[in-house]
């Protein structure tokens, strides 16, 4: 009777050691993938900042502009 759940034990021993092992491969896969995903986001927000840099750069372009034509039309007295 020994013998017999020594070996039952050690079959379960076993089978949770395989079942540990394929977790332990799957969350390797997993740790991969979201690393994987980690860079794809941090390009996205990246390309997403140079854009908001460029609109912004734009934007004060246009102020400088705006500011500059005021002045030229009160100098000409173009404006009311």
């Known amino acids: 009777?020994?013998?017999?759940?020594?070996?039952l034990v050690l079959e379960h021993?076993?089978?949770?050691q395989t079942k540990i092992g394929n977790l332990s491969t799957d969350m390797q896969d997993i740790k991969m993938r979201l690393s994987e995903?980690?860079?794809g986001l941090s390009m996205v927000l990246s390309s997403l900042s140079d854009g908001y840099?460029?609109?912004?750069?734009q934007?004060?372009?246009?102020?400088?502009?705006?500011?500059?034509?005021?002045r030229i039309e009160?100098?000409?007295?173009l404006v009311d």
Not at 1 to 7: A, E
Not at 53 to 57: A, E, I, L, W
Not at 74 to 77: A, F, N, S
């Open 1 to 7: 009777m020994n013998d017999n759940t020594d070996n």
């Open 13 to 16: 021993l076993k089978v949770i």
């Open 37 to 39: 995903v980690g860079r």
């Open 53 to 57: 840099g460029s609109q912004v750069r």
């Open 59 to 70: 934007q004060s372009k246009i102020d400088q502009l705006s500011e500059r034509i005021q």
């Open 74 to 77: 009160t100098r000409l007295e």
